[in-house]
């Protein structure tokens, strides 16, 4: 087992070490090779890129600080809230992982565009929704679903008996609140605000879409390498990219790693709805109703401009932005690389995993570091790392398809590879064991005892991978080749283009594969299930 | 005796499972009551409606004779030990056992004074800066029953306090809820499945099952004389030996029944059953007397041989094989002897044996 943990370590040496570790070189070397700061002088001394770094802050700080009031009042809902409402909500607040996060960048161009069906209907002359007021809406509804999910499980976690002893002591419910509640969640509701917060920064294709003249941080890289082409310049906003998101990483994982009041698997006692008072009530469900009309809305509207010729403009209906060769190529291209992507990372994570906890492996730390270190650095900048690393020899890949699946693999390994682990603790060695002694081999007892025990860590594995894949935009779309051009990327330069009614159509078109796949998915669970009970 | 705490037909179903089908219970004044049964019987669920964080669906509950039902728990004035504590991790010794004086807006010297005299009372002096975490569970124990007391409660509701602790713990704890709650003369109402923590502090128990009491009383009264087959089985443990009625002796006022051990002599009422009437008989295994051929002369005495004995320190526990049953027969360990072996005989004494119908 050591041998294939080596094997893992140089791969994560290769594709997630090299090109960050070049990236950031790159910026401090001169055309000669001497070691400078004269690219990091220039980019601070352009008021636009100065002002990059000053409006991706201002962008994470108010993203995070409005998500996170939203999150709670979304998760207090779901954990505390009227019963009947709790289902819908949970549905319509999840509804965006299902496509790809800059939905919310194509319609609200068509709804609060210079032409956008709200801009029109309110006969407004001066505002539109590009600017601040889209990009930090865009991304407080994309980033919603990470939100509502991680702040949901800290309330659930929460043991219920705190709240009843509070209430139990003469608290009234909102005293509970103040005193019990909203303290034993706030190391949870840090770590949401922290990821929100990171992802906030390193997003490309929303402040991209809506950003109209205020320049951030990730579009600014791609700009300054794609546009430009200059390497060494690029490397400095991808540095102060990097920079959050090291931070970010380094509190999760040293600071709060141990700062928990709530457990993982706390009692359900939700027999009861909680009495909570009418105004705190009214106030919490009316944010969450504004909040999940406006993400129906949104996909009313995208669903609305796949067919129609130019929503807002020319509602007549049309079916010709689906009668699009470039655009099926492009998805049935995606579906291939999310497969495979998919596929591998499933695979190599949860053997990975295996490898290092049940091979107590010295560099287990290490090898997990290097691969949520892939997980955490934004897409631009590993993207613009590929660029650099694979353009020339040794390891000449940009030329193909190869590049994008490994880009995205090294992305999203740590998700299976943590699932893995989280997992396999559970398990008890003693299982294995008991095989050996009834005379299971290593194989048969990984096969027969820890793959059908794994199955539901695979299954999330996969999901999880695949779907990333199939919407993720920031990595691909510096590293996509002439003629192998991905969905998601289409997408988003079809919506930069303009060509609105195009890029819902396949946004429409995605989401029915995704949808599709899910529902596949569903089928083949319950055959394993059914398989495995019989065997 | 004053009344504190009254129950009238409480029922409670969770969607379509009965929980609680008609409860009507009186406790008295300072009174250690005890709800007993297994788990799913309905017991914490009762604790819950008297706490008031459980509505029931029919039924009233009266604290000091008012009507309580509208009374939310924060005004309510019960107050609860919740399994396991339920101590706020994030804050002190001192600002736990605090919490409902703060709510209250007390100064904060009659606070500080109230919480020393509470420490005091639950002997953990100078604890008041430690987080929970730092305290033992016996320690958390005492910290979770000075914060119920913190408001001078009409009634101490205990949900399985001490279900979390190992058994040395839990007598001791045990022993000490017992004197605080004496000393306070504090009402109390116990829930546990653990039948030795109810017989030894409860002034009155109630047996629960499928959501009714299945029998209240003292102690004693459960243990010696249980109302059903449940309560016998539930609380410690009884040979039952299915049997008929042959006839009634006037004399000595016992029955006449057959079973499978053979004729055996019980007392009861003369009235109680006709000739030919089915009915159980049951003894609890440490009633049995155990013995060889010295047992022979006296009233119900079987033969039997002995099928395990299972030495288990203070007591020796014996499977016998009796005619067609097989008996469970406890006896203490006198020290130096060794257990029967191979061939016995059985004494069950008159006054051990209780008579019960049964509907054959």
């Known amino acids: 087992m050591g041998s294939l943990a080596a094997v893992a370590f140089a791969l994560l040496v290769v594709f997630v070490a090299a090109p960050i570790v070049l990236v950031l070189a790159k910026g401090f070397l001169a055309a000669d090779g001497t070691l400078t700061l004269a690219h990091y002088r220039r980019f601070l001394d352009s008021p636009r890129h100065l002002a990059s770094i000053r409006n991706s802050l201002l962008l994470g700080l108010a993203t995070t600080l409005l998500l996170t009031i939203i999150g709670f009042a979304f998760a207090f809902a779901l954990t505390r809230g009227p019963r009947r409402l709790r289902t819908p909500l949970r549905g319509i607040a999840l509804l965006p992982l299902i496509a790809p996060h800059y939905i919310f960048g194509i ?105 109209a003249n205020l320049s951030f941080l990730a579009p600014n890289a791609y700009q300054i390498i794609m546009g430009e082409m200059n390497m060494a310049l690029g490397s400095v906003p991808c540095a102060l990219l990097v920079l959050p998101c090291a931070a970010v990483f380094l509190i999760h994982h040293s600071w709060l790693k141990d700062k928990s009041f709530t457990t993982v698997g706390g009692r359900p006692v939700g027999t009861e709805p909680r009495p909570i008072p009418p105004l705190l009530n009214a106030l919490i469900l009316a944010l969450c109703g504004v909040v999940a009309a406006l993400i129906v809305a949104n996909f009313a509207v995208t669903a609305f401009g796949a067919v129609t010729v130019l929503a807002g403009v020319d509602n007549s209906l049309t079916l010709r932005h689906f009668l699009n060769r470039e655009g099926v190529a492009a998805l049935l291209t995606s579906l291939k690389v999310s497969l495979l992507v998919g596929l591998i990372s499933t695979v190599a994570g949860n053997g990975l995993a295996y490898v290092l906890v049940r091979g107590r492996m010295i560099g287990r730390g290490t090898i997990e570091f290097l691969a949520l270190a892939g997980f955490a650095l934004p897409g631009t900048v590993l993207g613009i790392g590929y660029l650099m690393a694979f353009n020339a020899p040794p390891l000449p890949l940009t030329n193909g398809l190869a590049i994008l699946v490994l880009v995205t693999v090294f992305h999203v390994l740590a998700v299976p590879l943590e699932l893995g682990c989280s997992r396999l603790v559970q398990i008890a060695p003693d299982l294995e064991e008991a095989a050996a002694d009834l005379g299971a081999g290593a194989w048969v007892a990984y096969r027969r005892i820890i793959l059908p025990l794994m199955a539901a860590s695979f299954l999330n594995g996969f999901v999880y991978a695949f779907l990333y894949s199939m919407v993720s935009v920031s990595a691909p779309i510096l590293l996509i080749s002439p003629g192998r051009i991905l969905a998601s990327v289409y997408i988003f330069q079809m919506a930069d283009l303009g060509l609105l009614g195009t890029a819902c159509a396949v946004t429409v078109a995605m989401i029915g594969c995704v949808l599709l796949g899910f529902g596949a998915l569903h089928v083949l669970d319950g055959a394993r299930r059914r398989l495995w009970r019989g065997a | 005796m004053n009344s504190v705490l009254r129950l009238e037909g409480i029922r409670k179903r969770f969607g379509a499972v009965p929980v609680l089908a008609g409860i009507d219970i009186d406790v008295r004044e300072g009174e250690f009551a005890t709800f007993m049964g297994p788990s799913g019987c309905g017991k914490t669920t009762l604790l819950r409606i008297i706490g008031g964080f459980v509505t029931p669906d029919s039924g009233v509950v009266y604290l000091d004779g008012r009507n309580a039902n509208a009374i939310p728990p924060f005004a309510r004035d019960t107050a609860m030990v919740f399994q396991n504590g339920a101590l706020f991790p994030h804050l002190s010794v001192a600002e736990n056992i605090a919490f409902g004086l703060r709510v209250r807006r007390l100064p904060d010297r009659r606070v500080r004074d109230r919480v020393r005299e509470l420490l005091a009372l639950v002997q953990l002096e100078g604890t008041e800066d430690r987080a929970i975490d730092r305290l033992s569970g016996g320690q958390q124990q005492r910290v979770a029953l000075a914060r119920a007391f913190s408001l001078e409660p009409r009634v101490l509701l205990l949900d399985e306090p001490h279900s979390s602790l190992d058994a040395n713990l839990r007598l001791s704890m045990r022993e000490e809820l017992r004197r605080l709650q004496r000393r306070l003369g504090l009402t109390t109402i116990l829930v546990t499945h653990d039948q030795h923590e109810a017989m030894s502090v409860s002034d009155r128990i109630f047996v629960l099952n499928e959501g009714r009491i299945q029998q209240e009383g003292s102690p004693i009264d459960i243990y010696e004389s249980p109302a059903n087959a449940f309560v016998a089985q539930f609380v410690g443990a009884m040979n039952f030996l299915p049997g008929t009625i042959r006839a009634f002796d006037a004399t000595s006022g016992c029955y006449r029944i057959e079973t499978a051990l053979g004729p055996l002599a019980v007392r009861g009422a003369s009235d109680a ?35 395990i004995a299972m030495y288990t320190g203070a007591r020796i526990e014996y499977a016998v094989l009796a005619g067609a049953e097989r008996l469970a ?3 203490a360990n006198p020290g130096r002897g060794r257990p029967h072996d191979g061939a016995v005989w059985l004494a069950l004494p008159l006054e051990a044996l209780v008579l019960a119908g049964r509907t054959s």
């Not at chain 1, 601040?132 to 702040?151: E, K, N, R, T």
């Not at chain 2, 009437?277 to 033969?303: H, K, Y």
Request: negative net charge; charged residues 15%; aromatic residues 6%.
């Open chain 2, 329 to 331: 027969v406890f006896v």
């Open chain 2, 273 to 307: 059953f006709a000739p030919g009437a089915a009915v159980t008989v049951g003894v609890r295994p440490e009633a049995i007397r155990i013995g060889g051929e010295e047992l022979r002369s006296e009233p119900n005495t079987v033969a039997g041989r002995v099928e």
């Open chain 1, 107 to 211: 319609s609200l161009i068509i709804l609060g565009g210079r032409q956008g069906i709200v801009t029109q209907a309110l006969g407004l002359e001066s505002w539109t929704v590009y600017g601040w007021s889209g990009v930090i809406l865009s991304q407080v509804l994309s980033f919603l679903p990470i939100a509502v999910i991680m702040i949901e499980n800290v309330l659930r976690g929460l043991d219920s008996h705190l709240e009843d002893a509070a209430r139990d002591l003469g608290a009234r419910e909102i005293e509970v609140l103040r005193r019990v509640t909203l303290p034993l969640c706030a190391p949870g509701l840090l770590k949401a605000a922290l990821l929100v917060f990171s992802l906030s920064i390193a997003d490309f294709a929303n402040p991209a879409l809506l950003g």
